[in-house]
Each structure stands twice: as structure tokens, then as C-alpha cells.
């Protein structure tokens, strides 16, 4: 199931079940590469290394929003949102080189993502790029991208969203929380934040299938034991 304008998205009944979607979708990615990068010992291309990059952004970023939203710190929260979608775009955007082996080798050696270029030579791969065409298949993609960076940078949206309405009339809280919000004002953050680990999960699954799968790492390495051995006793 693919996202469109029109996501589809179970209603929970409260925050902490929001919560424990996301943390499942977590494990979820986290899994998800065993069953191709077997067994035990398998060669990995750099391009397979960088998927397992993407893995551990995705954990490490659910983890640090699951802290965010329970202490309710809403700009980190809502930041760590952006952080995902990028690195959803980033692991798109190796379908869309020439050469899947060589970007893998060009950014594990540390050259810069922007230095990829579209198949065929053309635009290089920046970020501007990467959300529009990723839109293509996940339509809301754009929009989420485009609003949390607002978080990310240093944007009126930071004390915009500090904005307290009492009856007294309005004033801003300066503090990194925001204790007085109700659970219900994260459900929107929380659930955007799903979408966006489950639509990198489907990007990695999509990418998976391309990779060599265990039967054929199997036979590898047990090609490389054997040559291994054979040259020790010589």
C-alpha cells in the first residue's frame, strides 16, 4: 500500500497507542534487512551498508521522537519529523542514479549526497529534487517536507508555535516544553511522524528486492571459505 493525498490510517484512541505504533514500525525496520543480508557473515556492497544507515537513522529517530512527544517538546519533536522524511528521500533517491554500486561507493567514501546526479546526467540529487520527485509516489511528501523544515531552521514558526492563549490573553513560553498542551495536540505530529517511518520502510523493502538474496550470499561466501582454505594450504 502506497500513501496518496488520501493516507490511510487507523484512529487510535490516545497518545501513548499513537506512540507504541510508531516504536513498532521502529522494530519493524530495524528487522527488515535480516532476511536478505543472510546468513551470518554475508559480503555487503557499500550500497547495502548505506541501506543499514537508513536503518539506524530511522530507529534512532523514532526513538528520540518517542522522548520528544512524552516530554512534549514540540520543535525537537516536530524537527525529527523532517529528519525522517530526508532520510526516507535518500534511500529513494538511489533509484534514481545510473550506477546504484557506484553512489553507494561515492557515499560511503564520504562524498556528499548532492554530489549524485539523475540517470542519464541530469540535475544533481538536491534535497529540492529528491521531495518533488518522491511526491510522485507518496503526494503528501512535499507538503510535510516543506513545513517541518520550518522546525529544523531558525524560523518564525520557533515562537509562533511557543504562543500560549489564556483568557488573559497571549503569552509565550520560553521553556523547551510545552507542559500545558494536551496529548491531543500531538496526535497529528505523532501520526505524520508513522507515516513517514512507514513510507521509509516501503522504500527499503522496495530496495531489498533488488539486492542479492540469501541463497545466492550463501554460495558466495561459501566460495570465499573455500578459496580462503585452499590458498592456506598451499
Do not use: C
Not at 38 to 51: C, H, I, T, Y
Amino acid at each position: 500500500m502506497r500513501e496518496t493525498n488520501d493516507i490511510e490510517l487507523d484512529e487510535l484512541p490516545n497518545l501513548e497507542s499513537r506512540l507504541a505504533r510508531v516504536r513498532s514500525m521502529a522494530l519493524e525496520i530495524e528487522r527488515l534487512p535480516d532476511d536478505t543480508y543472510a546468513p551470518q557473515g554475508s559480503f555487503l556492497a557499500d550500497v547495502e551498508w548505506f541501506s543499514l544507515a537508513a536503518v539506524t537513522k530511522s530507529t534512532s529517530n523514532a526513538h528520540a521522537f518517542d522522548l520528544m512527544v512524552t516530554s512534549k517538546n514540540t520543535i525537537a519533536a516536530a524537527a525529527l519529523i523532517r529528519m525522517q522524511i530526508e532520510a526516507a528521500m535518500r534511500l529513494f533517491g538511489l533509484t534514481l542514479v545510473d550506477d546504484v554500486e557506484d553512489a553507494g561507493i561515492r557515499l560511503m567514501r564520504g562524498e556528499k549526497y548532492p554530489s549524485l546526479k539523475m540517470k542519464g546526467g541530469g540535475p544533481k540529487l538536491a534535497d529540492k529534487l529528491l521531495h518533488q520527485e518522491l511526491s510522485k509516489l507518496y503526494a503528501w511528501v512535499t507538503g510535510a517536507y516543506e513545513s517541518t523544515s520550518a522546525y529544523v531552521h531558525l524560523d518564525r514558526v520557533n515562537i509562533n508555535s511557543k504562543i500560549i492563549h489564556l483568557d488573559q490573553g497571549e503569552f509565550f513560553n520560553l521553556a523547551g516544553i510545552d507542559k500545558a498542551k494536551p496529548e491531543e495536540a500531538y496526535y497529528h505530529l505523532v501520526d505524520t511522524f508513522f507515516i513517514a517511518l512507514r513510507m521509509t520502510k516501503q522504500l527499503l523493502n522496495d530496495f531489498l528486492a533488488t539486492r542479492p538474496q540469501p541463497p545466492e550470499r550463501a554460495a558466495l561466501l561459501e566460495k570465499f571459505r573455500r578459496q580462503r582454505f585452499e590458498d592456506g594450504a598451499r
